[in-house]
């Protein structure tokens, strides 16, 4: 297997480009599908302030690594997400990457600073981690770029994230989340702009960048995801792009060409109905946004160790289903 | 497991209706999904001549049976697509079917009629045979119910075929085909009305519908369609489906709701460009129309055995893959 740029010894085989790469062409690879995906898509404007939501996961932090390779002025922002173990060796990484690379990063913890963690979350609202965790993190990512005056939040959503959650958006045929599911969510009244630079890359792409970049990521998928939708909706893409490799790639660049435009009035006509949160300011469509409510219900919970709570096992059946839809929605977005 | 009506033993469970049913009521159940799917979709009005297009299988049994059943005035038509023993033991099939049911039957034999069969024509044409064989299919049903003066055509499509239809139109964000999929295609100049019964059943209740109604089915897939991407999309909705029973369904049912109207404007664009076949006078975009195409790049060649030709084996794979999306779209017209 030689490398399609320069004949040398091979790394890695993409079967959707039809291309294989030594190291040093597939990083360069992987710096030109980010620039192209953020100029395609006017993501990141020259001198603009970004907050890179990270988790420590392999996306974020090849995210982090390439749009300051790409010279943009780049900040981090981590959540401590109090699921175990998991999330301490989650947040170990991202603070390692960060010392390493000299690169600013805020910290928040759940329980230090809200009183809950997403175990206790789950386990208090009856429904699958992922609905409340999602929602906490957008919450958080939010008012912190907000407040800290960024212009922009980038997060770590690759192709194979966006294919899935357009799956579980398209399985449901949810019209508002599909017209909402694109590479560049405008600015609007009390949420920032929010961009996703990685959405040209695979998630086996983004490991094997982190991997050929010496970067120290936490491999394990979180324990209390294990079984969800988004994760089946995206084997049974896996499946489908084996045998068919661009499946994926056609699947969500036609949507955004060909259909996203088609689901833009029910996304208008959602955002009419939203006011500012009583308690803390923030949209939404209720009186108290979901996320203080969520810290109102889980005030006085006692804690729930991860253990006993692992997604989609021991809850009841329509309140998961319900859950999960949110989930395969939303997840990911400090990944 | 007891039937959810009469607490009897049951025969079979459906998941996704959360219901298990004796012989009886589940037999009463198809009776009433069909008869639901009719009256929901305004499929046929009383008195209407209805042609059923019937290849041997499960569905289009199932389908003549069912609206016999109901009291709708059925003919049956079959077409010999010379696929091998495939071939022969379905066309037995339907001709054992209606005669012990005294139904009419219309046999076209597409070598003895036309001078071609499908692995000839998917050989000459170098695609897939779904793609040859779902055109031909499409071309001759049109054209019997046409000149035979019926109101209609049924077609056993059932709930896993539209399903896995939907998903391959997704994937693609073919537009057309969006608008297009519906259980009722409205008669147009040179097309006649369409309509797909068993919608609200599942190939697995058409099977478990045609056993205990001593329907005696081709149980064989096509050996051609083999590996083809119909039925790889079937696999990748099932894995879904086992785990969360109803998605397909409601893939299905929501679509037609909250989206397929989004996708008229490319269907009502597409019609604009038909014209009549210069030979048959079949409506097409082109001078002369793929069927008649068909025939004449056939006319001279070499009867090609089943055996040397197998979807998606051993055929360039760019033409592979455009043949295998049309089939996707258009496979079993006469399943």
Known sequence: MTCTVCRGPAVIDLRRHNA?????????????????????????????RVLVAVSGGKDSLALCDLLVDLGYHVEAMTIGLGIGDYSEASTAAAVAYAETRGLPLRRIDLRDEYGYDIPTAAAVTRRVPCSSCGMSKRHLIDRAALEGGFDLVATGHNLDDEAAVLLGNVLHWNAEYLGRQAPVL????????????????????????????????????????????????????????????GT????????????????????????????????????????????????????????????????????????????????????????
Chains 1, 2 share one sequence.
């Open 20 to 48: 294989n790469f030594c190291a040093e062409h597939f990083l360069r690879f992987c710096r030109d599908q980010v620039a192209k995906a953020i100029s395609q898509h006017d993501m990141i404007a020259p001198g603009d």
């Open 248 to 335: 994926k790639h056609a699947f969500y660049f036609e949507f955004l060409d060909k259909a996203a435009d088609r689901f833009q009035p029910d996304v208008a006509q959602a955002q009419e109905g939203l006011r500012p949160c009583a308690r803390c300011g923030s949209p939404t469509t209720t009186d108290v946004c979901a996320f203080c409510r969520l810290v109102e219900r889980t005030a006085h919970a006692e804690p729930v160790p991860v253990e006993l709570l692992r997604a989609g096992r021991g809850r009841g059946r329509g309140r998961a289903r319900r859950g999960a839809g949110g989930a395969a929605q939303s997840r990911a977005a400090t990944s």
């Open 186 to 245: 405008p600015a609007r009244d009390g949420f920032p702009r929010k961009v996703k630079p990685l959405v040209r890359l695979s998630e086996r792409e983004t490991a094997a960048y982190c991997v050929l970049r010496g970067i120290d990521y936490i491999v394990d998928e979180c324990p209390m995801a294990e079984g969800n939708r988004h994760l089946r909706y995206k084997e049974a893409l896996d499946s489908i792009e084996a045998a068919s490799p």
